[in-house]
């Protein structure tokens, strides 16, 4: 930091002074849901816009590709920020809409088309980059503080920044063991991840000679100090300036800089950084090793040598041959020839700032006028310990003209010079082969485009399918249209039930002024906690010895079963099948042992790692498979409508089948962060806890400390995200704070790091169907057999619930005739799985319509077809004997299908995929139907507590918790239209235990529904208690009304109360209420995959949504496009890898993506259904939040669409398998070919699995 100026998001504006635009676009453009992103993304808006006040939408989507959200599914984030860019209307006051419509949507007073109305562009501060902050002048002035040499001593580092060559060398040659840092993006890690302790670090980006970049006549030298951005821009100005033959390598580094990291990375990172880690994943090395590259290294001992970075530059895995005393100056990029081309390959699972799975870097030289290979270079990355040349095959090729039976050689030769053992780190083995291959093929027909313009007499043009192969990915911008209800005409002006309010909370979220458990200020004498883990899957504890660890300077206390009595111990969220410290056995990697505190988190940490626990190990059950075998379960729940055996025995048709859908990472931006306070007296506790269920904290922090309920407090204000993994596992980690806190008499406070969240707490449950239907000729179901498998991890937690509703959900939208559904929770060895946006829906939905997809394959007929001739309409009964009143779902189906264009797109997409051999596209439509209400009857209840102030100002409080879904916006808007005052009256200060008791947890999408009619309740008695006086007095004021109600002792406060009506469904009998009522909605999506990597775009999404008649139409509108990118990410990108021994590989951003802004749909549109009025829910709403994580399976199943084209193209079966996630890899090897059909998969069993699907 020294010299610097650091600006963070509290320091450009606020609600208090001024807000800066970037905070308020965000804001009022709907772009802060949970707020725990937000900060990021204003600052990121405000960096863009420091160095390019008027920026381009391609920079905006270059600024963004390091910054994520769980929440939004970004579309609300760019509409807000396009208004900045030249392409909306720059920074000038006069700024129109920002979002397009390029469909014709359903049209109309009542409607409103675009995100204009959404947000006011014109209500935006104009944005004047001349009011912005300015650099320090004390700094500025002080050139002294970047030209010092700096050498800061610490504790355990000495941080060394010289600032001469000499002194450089010097300094090496003194520490030859110290890590020249200049991003310190690898190193970084090392050390906070891998527990390295570098004791010499030397920063040399004062020193000339690694940080300058010359141009001489054949290449580019460029210090290893240089940051890939400055790369990135220098190279640009020579691409500009040089002959294009020449800037060939520089145009192939530009294009994998692209992709390399996001740009807050780039902006540090530098290459010698990048060639040093040598990391066999490196995006650069193949590059620079394909372009024959050469290294210049130093050493006071040896002085300067240069070597080539070729086959013998990597010695073994992050090994290379330079000296420890020696430092690598510069790196020699050559220009590429005349004859010469080069271009550079990567897939990873994720476009956008993820790393490699495989990379690959190709250059060719041609005899000249010829096609005949003079020099061939291949060198890739992911498929050995360290980067590797293909140098076989590049000398086999040599000589040989470039055409159909070099490229027939050249695949045969990389397949058997690059093998993988199938037991190979990283996994995806074929996979990998493939890629290769499929590298290489890209290549070839690259270079033959070229030759086709530089030689057109030896080689013909590419054909249009050829030309698409050769394409390289750019960022396309997205499209969207959103379409809602607008309020009447004669609705008050005061009455904001219906208008598209902004989040309550969003201004001072984006301003960084939002308190979240963690920013709560440190109490005196607060210690922190650090959790002691279970590494084995399953063990007897023998010992648990913290002696070493008590040791460590700053630790205080250990904390384990030993503190509470074997009852206290008893964790009981919602059964008692668990402890809150696991005492004698442990049941998974990651169960909770024990609990450090210290007096910092880093102490803590450090103390955690030197408990020693010494384990007995035992027999673990990992896989859904491994508990099938050993019949691990908890007994078995079965649904059964008619008499299946007969009906699929009498059935025309009948298909069998097995489909696996994996579990996924709720990656709420917030981790688990908790704060015990513990009170003076009685045994008091109060605890902050980010849960969506404050109840069950407070009862389970009350049995373990063994003191009644009344003594405990559970409060919040908001979660940074929920999403269904704060409902109970959070209390898991929050007890043994509280145990802490009462043991010690002090706070004690955790913020988990994101890899201790990941690998603590369990996620959505895969799942494992087999299942046999019967159909008829035209499609229709007549009946479905099912047994259903989830991996639930060592504890039932919500397991059993989770599998009612995937039991419930499994007929989607579809009158299916005679069912039999069995669901079994399998239990294994791995951390509890537990509730997860959809609640087990989502898995059940899946398997029904993968099932349609089937049915339509084997029938050959579109799966649309068979999908619509089963939907169900008004008057049918459900599976589970539900009969459907005002089922819209034929309508969100009719009105998809039109805004869409279904009919014509369909066509489109034919005659694309008749042309394209490489490329297809997948059209596909999904409908949803989703039960509202808990299935646990008892949780379908609320309370809420409206006080009324005599200043007339509201303090509402109720049951739900904040995680960014609006609840309390729409809370407000309730109160608001009941009470007739503006909702700047009212105030939701926070969720507290005391304040409304015995809630239900916020989730199964019921919370408006449920507290909405609570604080309805509580509204309406005030109401009627202030009726008298507004009669006496209709002229009066609201705040006058008030006045003279207390001045007449009336009271102005009171609870309000709901439970939902006439449930009463019973499993084993299939008969009585089940759900309040259903959601419904249709979505049609189109994609289009790359058959040679597997990779994919969303080319585009329409959903017809029916939320009843919306509260909050913004809200409404980004739940669905929030829900619907996060299923985007369940069924195509996410994937929990785990070892045989249920050890969790993917644990944090780096090794688990979630979707990112480039992940989104090119072009977006939401409708809500009009005229839908719905009379079960407050105000004829309807719930929204978990019913459209559902539609992201038409993305899964637009796919499955595309692979299907191309297996046809093959003959191969039209009916298979592909299993979710849809990832690049199972997209790939789906899509069979002359590649696939040379790697021969090794058979299970024949290896040890570096990874098992769990
Ligand atoms: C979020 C994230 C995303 C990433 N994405 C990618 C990606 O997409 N592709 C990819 O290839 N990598 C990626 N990386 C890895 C990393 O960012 C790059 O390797 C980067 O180039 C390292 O540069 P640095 O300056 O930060 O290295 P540092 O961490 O500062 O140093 C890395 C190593 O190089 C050594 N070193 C540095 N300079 C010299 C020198 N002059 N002489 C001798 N040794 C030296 C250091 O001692 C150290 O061992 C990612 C990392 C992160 C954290
Ligand atoms: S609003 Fe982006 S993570 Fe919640």
């Keep these: 930091m020294h010299g610097l100026a650091v600006t963070t998001v509290e320091g450009i504006g606020s609600t208090k002074t001024r807000l800066h635009a970037t905070q308020e676009r965000i804001a009022k453009a709907h772009g802060s849901q949970c707020g725990f992103c937000t900060p990021g993304m204003v600052m990121s808006m405000y960096t863009l816009l420091r160095n390019h006040p008027v920026p381009t939408m391609e920079q905006l989507d270059e600024y963004f590709t390091g910054n994520l959200c769980r929440c939004t599914g970004y579309r609300p984030i760019l509409d807000g920020y396009r208004s900045f860019t030249s392409n909306g209307t720059g920074n000038t006051s006069e700024i129109t809409t920002t979002t397009t419509t390029t469909t014709p949507t359903p049209d109309g007073e009542w409607w409103c088309k675009d995100g204009r109305h959404l947000h006011q562009n014109n209500d935006f501060i104009p944005y004047d980059p001349t009011t912005e902050l300015i650099f320090p002048p004390e700094l500025k002035v002080r050139s002294d503080l970047d030209s010092d040499y700096l050498v800061f001593q610490g504790h355990r580092v ?25 991003g310190n993006t690898e190193v970084g890690i090392e050390t906070k991840f891998k527990q390295c302790v570098y004791p010499v670090l030397i920063n040399p980006t004062s020193v000339k000679e690694v940080t300058q970049i010359t141009l001489n006549d054949t290449g580019i030298q460029v210090g290893a100090a240089v940051t890939l951005t400055t790369l990135q821009e220098q190279l640009i100005l020579h691409t500009n300036s040089l002959p294009d033959y020449k800037t060939r390598v520089f145009s192939a580094i530009l294009e994998m800089l692209k992709w390399f990291a996001g740009r807050q990375i780039r902006n540090t990172a530098a290459l010698g950084g990048n060639i040093m880690t040598c990391s066999p994943i490196s995006d650069l090395n193949p590059l620079l090793m394909a372009a024959g590259a050469t290294l210049t290294l130093n050493s006071t001992e040896g002085g300067e040598r240069t070597v080539p970075l070729d086959q013998h530059f990597f010695t073994a895995y992050r090994r290379n041959i330079v000296k420890p005393e020696e430092v690598l100056v510069s790196v020699y990029i050559p220009f590429t020839k005349q004859d010469e081309y080069i271009h550079g390959y990567k897939q990873s699972r994720r476009r956008d700032d993820d790393i490699a799975i495989v990379n690959g870097g190709c250059r060719v030289s041609f005899l000249p006028d010829t096609i005949t290979v003079s020099k061939l270079t291949l060198a890739f990355g992911g498929m050995a310990p360290t980067t590797v040349m293909a140098i076989n095959t590049c000398k086999e090729l040599k000589g040989r003209a470039w055409d159909a039976s070099l490229l027939e050689e050249g695949t045969s030769l990389l397949l058997q010079e690059l093998p993988l053992s199938p037991s190979a780190p990283g996994g995806m083995v074929e996979y ?29 043009g590419l054909t249009p399918d050829e030309h698409r192969v050769t394409q390289t990915h750019t960022y396309e911008h997205t499209a969207s249209a959103q379409l809602y209800e607008m309020v009447p005409a004669d609705q008050p002006e005061l009455d904001p039930i219906g208008r598209p309010k902004i989040h309550a909370s969003a201004l001072k979220q984006s301003t960084g002024e939002a308190v979240y458990v963690d920013d709560i200020p440190d109490f005196k004498d607060q210690l922190h906690a650090v959790f002691v883990l279970s590494t084995r899957p399953h063990a007897l504890i023998l010992d648990i010895d913290a002696s070493e660890a008590l040791e460590v300077e700053g630790v205080v206390d250990f904390v384990c079963h030993r503190d509470l009595t074997e009852e206290q ?9 668990e402890e809150v410290f696991a005492s004698k056995e442990v049941k998974c990697v990651g169960h909770i042992i024990g609990l450090v505190c210290a007096k910092d988190r880093k102490t803590a940490q450090t103390a955690a790692k030197r408990v020693k626990i010494t384990y007995q190990d035992l027999p673990a059950i990992i896989t859904i498979q491994d508990a099938i075998r050993e019949k691990s379960w908890w007994p078995p729940l079965t649904i059964n409508k008619g ?23 709720h990656f709420y931006m917030e981790t688990n962060a908790h704060l015990a306070v513990p009170g003076r007296e009685d045994g008091e506790m109060e605890v902050f806890s980010s849960t969506q269920n404050p109840t069950a904290t407070q009862m389970q922090v009350a049995h373990t400390l063994g003191v009644c309920g009344n003594k405990v407090v559970c409060r919040l204000k908001r979660m940074g995200g929920g999403f269904g993994g704060k409902e109970t596992r959070t209390i898991s980690v929050c007890v043994p704070v509280c145990v802490a806190a009462k043991k010690l008499g002090v706070c004690v406070r955790v913020a988990l790091d994101r890899d201790e969240d990941m690998v603590m707490t369990g996620g959505r449950h895969a799942f494992l169907s087999t299942w046999q239907v019967g159909f008829t ?64 829906g989502p898995q059940g939905i899946l398997i029904m319509e993968d099932i349609m997809s089937r049915v339509a394959a084997y029938l050959n007929v579109d799966p649309t077809v068979v999908r619509q001739r089963n939907l169900y309409q008004t008057g049918d009964l459900t599976h589970c004997n539900q009969l459907l009143e005002n089922c819209t779902l034929r309508r969100c189906w009719r009105e998809v299908m039109e805004q869409a264009h279904y009919s014509t797109r369909c066509q489109h997409v034919q005659q694309f995929n008749s042309t394209n051999r490489y490329r297809k596209r997948g059209l596909s439509v999904v409908p949803v139907k989703f039960g509202i209400s808990f299935t646990a009857k008892f949780l379908n209840q609320s309370g809420a507590l409206v006080h009324v102030y005599t200043d007339g100002s509201v303090l509402l409080s109720h049951g739900g918790t904040e995680m960014g879904q609006g609840l309390h916006t729409k809370m407000i808007q309730i109160a608001s239209r009941v009470l007739r005052i503006a909702p700047e009256y009212i105030h939701i200060a926070e969720t507290s235990t005391d304040k409304v008791p015995n809630t239900s947890p916020t989730a199964a999408s019921a919370s408006s529904d449920l507290n909405g009619m609570a604080t309805l309740n509580a509204c309406e008695t005030i109401m009627t208690r202030l009726s008298p006086i507004m009669a006496a007095n209709p002229k009066g004021t609201w705040k006058e009304w008030v006045k003279t109600a207390y001045m007449e002792c009336i009271s102005l406060s009171t609870t309000g109360f709901y439970r939902t009506p006439d449930l009463s469904y019973n499993m084993e009998k ?40 919306s509260l909050n139409p913004a809200i409404d509108i980004g739940q669905i496009e929030g829900a619907f990118t996060q299923g985007q990410g369940l069924f195509t990108l996410e994937e929990l890898v785990y070892s045989p021994q249920g050890v969790l590989i993917t644990r944090g951003p780096g090794a688990y993506k979630i979707p990112g802004f480039q992940d989104i749909p090119r072009e977006f549109n939401v409708s809500l259904l009009r005229g839908a009025p719905n009379p079960r829910a407050v105000f004829s709403s309807k719930a929204v939040g978990e019913p459209p994580l559902c539609l992201a399976s038409s993305v899964f199943f637009a796919i499955k669409q595309a692979i299907a084209s191309v297996r046809s193209d093959h003959n191969l079966p039209p009916v298979f398998r592909l299993d979710s996630p849809a990832t690049a890899e199972r997209i790939r090897m789906a899509c069979q070919d002359f590649i696939t059909a040379k790697i021969e998969p090794s058979p299970p069993g024949s290896f040890k699995p570096w990874s098992v699907r769990v």
């Design 1070 to 1109: 299939n008969e009585g209420r089940l759900f309040n009522y259903f959601s419904y909605g249709a979505a049609v999506t189109e994609v289009e995959i790359d058959c040679l990597t597997g990779d994919h775009t969303v080319v585009r999404t329409d959903i017809v949504m029916d939320v009843g008649e």
């Design 158 to 182: 000495t941080y060394h920044r010289p600032t001469s060559f000499t002194n450089l060398m010097y300094l090496k040659h003194l520490y030859p063991e110290a890590k020249i840092i200049v």
């Design 569 to 577: 111990n008893r964790y009981q969220v919602p059964l008692a099948d």
């Design 777 to 840: 000729d035209q499609g229709v179901l007549t009946a479905v057999d099912m047994d259903l498998y989830a991996n639930a991890g060592y504890s039932v937690d919500l397991t059993m619930a989770v599998m009612e509703r995937s039991m419930y959900s499994v007929d989607n939208g579809y009158n299916l005739g005679c069912v039999r559904v069995s669901g079994h929770a399998c239990k294994t060895h791995l951390p509890s799985s537990t509730a997860f946006r959809g609640f087990g």
């Design 432 to 460: 990998r082969r493939a890629l290769t291959v499929s590298f290489f093929f890209k290549f070839y027909l690259t270079v033959r485009g070229h030759l086709s313009v530089s030689v057109p007499s030896l080689v013909p």
């Design 643 to 665: 008499d299946v055996n007969t009906q699929l025995h009498s059935s025309t048709h009948r298909l069998h089948g097995e489909f696996y859908m994996g579990g996924q990472e």
